[in-house]
């Protein structure tokens, strides 16, 4: 199985703040990775995918970026609503993997 | 709209047997390329997948729970089945299904989970 590893595992910070994720594959993965956001007590829900490709409906405040086996996760202004746990996931082969998670809190 | 909802019941004895459906509407399982997924995550932890069955019957399990796991689908009825046996306490999570798409460039198809259900929290206890 493909080893999904983020960094870090949480963070803080304040409404504004420009936030970067980070997601490492234990083997290159060329863009199959995906990003989603899960709220507590609720479904995870896709922000990006095939690495940089916005989902319909999310702010253009997110973005990701990367290929192979480096990826990020970046809000450019964190948003009240951003305060969540962040899943990266990867699709190049199966089975599918997710990374252990980011939790944004706020500062 | 697509929607999914996972229904079946919540509290199981170890050694047991799960029975989780996922009823959908707003898409076909006929469809080429579409499948129906189960995700799991156990309180304050990270998602696990476990299995996913396509548009053509094609099945595919986590390997680590294969032994354990069935997938089926009920075209007619709009339904997905997950069955697990010998369930045990570590198995204690919230159980999501979700609709899995794939995304096609020019060079590349993406797989996908870009529809997910509210997720049932199924309990192993005696």
């Known amino acids: 199985d493909i080893q999904m590893t983020q960094s870090p595992s949480s963070l803080s910070a304040s409404v504004g703040d420009r936030v970067t994720i980070t997601c490492r594959a234990s083997?290159?993965?060329?863009?199959?990775l995906n990003w989603y956001q899960q709220k507590p007590g609720k479904a995870p829900k896709l922000l990006i995918y095939?690495?940089?490709s916005l989902q319909s409906g999310v702010p253009s405040r997110f973005s990701g970026s990367g290929s192979g086996t480096d990826f990020t996760l970046t809000v450019s202004s964190l948003q009240p609503d951003d305060f969540a746990t962040y899943y990266c996931q990867q699709s190049y082969s199966p089975p599918p993997t997710f990374g252990g998670g980011t939790k944004v809190e706020i500062k | 709209q697509i929607t999914l909802k996972e229904s079946g019941l919540t509290l199981v004895k170890p050694t047991q047997t799960l029975t989780l459906t996922c009823t959908f509407s707003g898409f076909s399982l006929t469809t080429t390329g579409v499948g129906v997924g189960w995700i799991r995550q156990p309180p304050g932890k990270a998602l696990e997948w476990l299995a996913l069955?396509?548009?053509?019957?094609?099945?595919t399990y986590s390997p680590s729970l294969k032994n354990r796991l069935t997938i089926t689908k009920d075209t007619s009825k709009n339904q997905v089945v997950l069955t697990m046996t010998n369930m045990d306490p570590v198995d204690t999570a919230t159980y999501y299904c979700?609709?899995?798409?794939?995304?096609?460039?020019?060079?590349?198809?993406?797989?996908?989970?870009?529809?997910w259900g509210q997720g049932t929290l199924v309990t192993v206890s005696s």
């Open positions: 979700a609709h899995r798409e794939t995304y096609c460039s020019s060079t590349d198809c993406y797989p996908l989970f870009d529809y």
């Open positions: 083997q290159t993965i060329s863009s199959y």
């Open positions: 095939a690495a940089s």
């Open positions: 069955i396509y548009w053509n019957d094609d099945k």
